[in-house]
Every structure is written in C-alpha cells, then in structure tokens.
C-alpha cells in the first residue's frame, strides 16, 4: 500500500511533463550540431594559429636580389649590397649568398650544368633578417641600395604577406559563416521543437492560459525546457569536439593532424562555452516561437 | 414575480460586476450561438443558466471566462470594458474567475494535489501559503485519500470534484461551473451545490450552467435561460415539492 500523502512534503511539479518521447532525437541532433559547431571553432583557432605562424616567418625577412653593373663582379656586388644592408636601420643581419648557394637555387630548372652557369649572369641573392620589433621597410632597403648605384631587386615577401593575411581571412569569415549556420540550423531545431511541444501540450498552455498565466509565464516553461536540453547536448557535443581534438593532436605528433593545422591543447577549451551557447540558442528561439504561436491562441 | 435575471438597465449600477450589451457571438462564419444578449448581474449574485443543448450556455460561459470574444456588443467585467482591454491585461481578470469546465480540463500528469494547486501556482503564492488549504479543499471534496493520484486514475465524479476543487481554490470573485454536478450521484450534487452557496455566502458571484431542473428548481436561485442563443422569459416552473436544497 502506497505511503498516504503529506501536503508538508508536497514540491510543485513541473507543468510540463518530465518526459517527452521527442527528447531524445532533439538532443541528438542538437548535440550533432554543437560537436560541429566546436569542431569549426577548433579549425578555425589552429587555422589562425598556422598563418600567424606563417606571416610572422615570412615578414621577419626579406631577400634582394643583386646583379653585376660594369666591370663589377656579381660577387663583388652581392657583398656590397649586403655591406650597405646592414647598415640599414630595422636590419638585424644581411647576409650575401654564396655563388654555390645561387646556382643550387636554379639548379632545379637548368639541371646539372654548374660549369657552364659561371658564362650565365647568375644574380647574386642577399637575404636580410629584419628586426622584429622594427623592421625596415622594402622601400627604405631599396633606397639604400639606389644611393650605392647597385643594380638591385627587393623582395619584402609583403605579396606572400598579403596572400597569408587574406587566406587566414577566408579562414575565419568561412568559420564564422559555419558557425553562423550551425547556431541558425540549431534554433531552427529547437523552434521546430517548441512548435510540435507546444501542439502536444495544447492541454496544458489551453487551462493554464485560462487559468490566468501571462503568455511570457506560458513561454517560460517552453524556454526552460529547451534551455537544459540544449544545454545538456551542448555540453555532449563540445565533450566529443573536445575528445576528436585531442586524438588530432596525439596523432599529429605535438603539432596537431599537420604541422598546417597545429592545435594546442589550451584550444581544447574553447569549447567550453558552448553548452551555454546552445542553452541561450535555444532559449531564444523557443521564447519567439512559443510567444508567437501562444499570442494567436 | 418573474425568476428571469435578464434586464437592460442603462446605468451600471455600484455594485455590478457582469454586464453584457447586445452581444452576438458567432465561431467562425458559422451561425450566431448567443444574438443580442443584454444582462447585468450584481456583485455576489447567484445564477443558473438554463436551456436545451446548443442554447448557448457554454458559449455564454466561455465569454464571461474570456475565452472568447463577442461577435458584437459589448462587455464589462468587474467594471472594465473588456472588448478594449489589450491582451496582456486579460490575465489579470482572469485570475479573478474560478471556472469548472464542461470537459473539465485536468493535466493529467500532475497529481490532484498539483491539479488544485496550479490557479495559485499561477497567482505567484508559494506553496507554504496554500498547501494546507488545498489539503483541506481536497479532503472537503472528498477527495483526501487521492491526493497523490493522476487524473486518469481517478473515477469520473471525482475528476468532477478535482475540477471543482481547482475552481474555487483561489476564492474566486466569479466562479463558473459548466455543469458541475453532471457526472456525480445525487448526494454528491447537493454537496458540491452547498459548497458553491457557501462560496457565495463569503461574496462570490456564483454562475452556474445546468441541465439539473430539479437543483434549479429547489434552490430557487434566479435562472437566465437561453433558447436558440437569445435570452428568453423562464418555462412556466412545476410546481415545488421538494425541500429546498439549502
């Protein structure tokens, strides 16, 4: 025989049902989305990461390319250049390419031919290691080299730059326009969801709507109900996008899948904030849905 | 003297709390259930609404508690125009109205002690303020020992009382009963009866649909009684031979 009722031990349930058949496939499909969601957000971090690297590489140099004028000789030349070079402000070092050095740079394309290149008029190359808290611009290198009447070419690697800084931008506007999309589709789940809530618990939003509630109280219980769901699928999602990064990390060796997509393990927690997310995601979209289709009752 | 409630007078009176004006009501495009219905109703009154099925009783009901809006005419509950009200101030009033639905409207995934509960849940009391006083309601209404047990357990006259016990839980201003005593024996009718005159004796404005002639008849309360969606003059009554209820 069950215990008889004591109103002292009494707690309010829910005035929604505890349970719904539906709850399992949404936060599936929520928490599906959020591993996505995280693993964009991931890529995107290691993306950022691997051009700043790249950029910081390349910027931190320059190479210029010397060719003989008059009777001077490319050897000859190329020291001077990188004579006057290093006396440019904002350079750290410049240093003149050995002849060896030249010819194994067009080696690859005039095959195996060192003796006859001494009759070509290989340009001698000088590289230039730039100071990295301020390096000189390829316009003030050039115009060092112009005042010694050197015939020179300078290459700052500001196209690779640009090239760098506008792939990282594709990068991160392609992984916002995901993530954009990714959230859009979620709470387009969750109001779908609140909708087919609300239609099978016409009951309930019918006598307590007659029983005097505010729609927004109506609303509330809808919005609380996606809000954990959502909340809790985030938190699956982000645990599994956490656990994928970390395999790519492992299996990358330190550096993550490739040394071009290095995750660290500091980004792992980036996906921290998503069971949140998903929960104000959701809590949001079943507010507008619910007050919407409540305000039309 | 005529038992009819209906009157037309021009100037609300102080202590009115129900006028209607003229009003039609229609679902739909579908034809008029209630035509140019006029009645004013003191504040703490008692009335039955009489009449064959489909003479609009519900439909009356349904205006009072808001759930509908006439057609045409006009209404003032407690006072105010309701047909100007914005929506988000028909809460307020309906708190103020207790209402034992025709289909009775049970959640059936709350206990009966939630059932009752839920009109001051609403209200925002905490639940040290009533949980004894729905204990009391429920033990009154018989229902003491299913406290804890869902509405599709429950037997169809204390699913009746259940939604008689959510009515009246929160002291209504108004309270409307869209046959209340249907699904319940005799002796059950006559108590719920009795507990709806004590509400009114404590000041509710009592309005009661009912196909019960013989309750109507021996409580000698003043009937509105509807035919064809308009208010008509009373049947001629029998004669009353039984003790009055009270």
Known sequence: MSEPFDPARWRPASFLPDKDARDPALLFVVAVLCFLACLTALAAIAGARAADGWASEISGEATVIVRARGGETPDAAAARAA?????????????????????????????????????????????????????????????????????????????????????????????????????????????????????????????????????????????????????????????????????????????????????????LLSVLPCPLLAALVAALAARITARRLIHRL | MSRNAHTAAVEPPADEILRFSGVSMRYGRGPEVLSDVSLSLPRGSFHFVTGPSGAGKSSLLKLIYLAARPSSGSIRLFGEGVGILPGRDLPRLRRRIGVVFQDLLLLDHLSAFDNTALPLRIAGHKPAEYRNDVAELLAWVGLKARMHALPPTLAGGEKQRLAIARAVVGRPEILLADEPTGNVDHEMALRIYRLFVELNRLGTTVIIATHDQDLVARSARPVLHLDKGRLRPLPPQGPVEQAPVE
């Open chain 1, 83 to 267: 004579e006057v070079l290093a006396g440019v402000p904002g350079v750290a070092e410049a240093r003149a390419l050995e002849k060896e050095e030249a010819y194994a740079l067009i080696r690859p394309w005039l095959g195996d031919v060192t003796a006859d290149l001494d009759d070509l008029p290989v340009p001698r190359l000088v590289a230039v290691s730039l100071d990295r808290a301020t390096p000189a611009t390829g316009e003030a290198l050039d115009a060092a080299l112009k005042a010694q009447d050197l015939d020179a070419a300078v290459d700052d690697h500001s196209v690779w730059l640009e090239d760098i800084k506008s792939a990282a931008g594709v990068v991160r506007w392609t992984a916002t326009v995901v993530f954009l999309l990714i959230a859009g589709a979620a709470a387009a789940v969750i109001a779908f969801a609140t909708r087919a809530g609300l239609a099978a618990r016409r009951d309930v939003v019918e006598v307590l709507h007659l029983t005097g509630a505010e729609d927004s109280q109506i609303a509330g219980l809808f919005e609380i109900r996606f809000a954990k769901i959502a909340a809790v699928a985030g938190a699956v999602g982000a645990l599994g996008a956490a656990v994928a990064g970390a395999l790519l990390r492992v299996a990358g060796g330190g550096q993550g899948l490739t040394p071009a997509l290095p995750i660290a393990w500091t980004d």
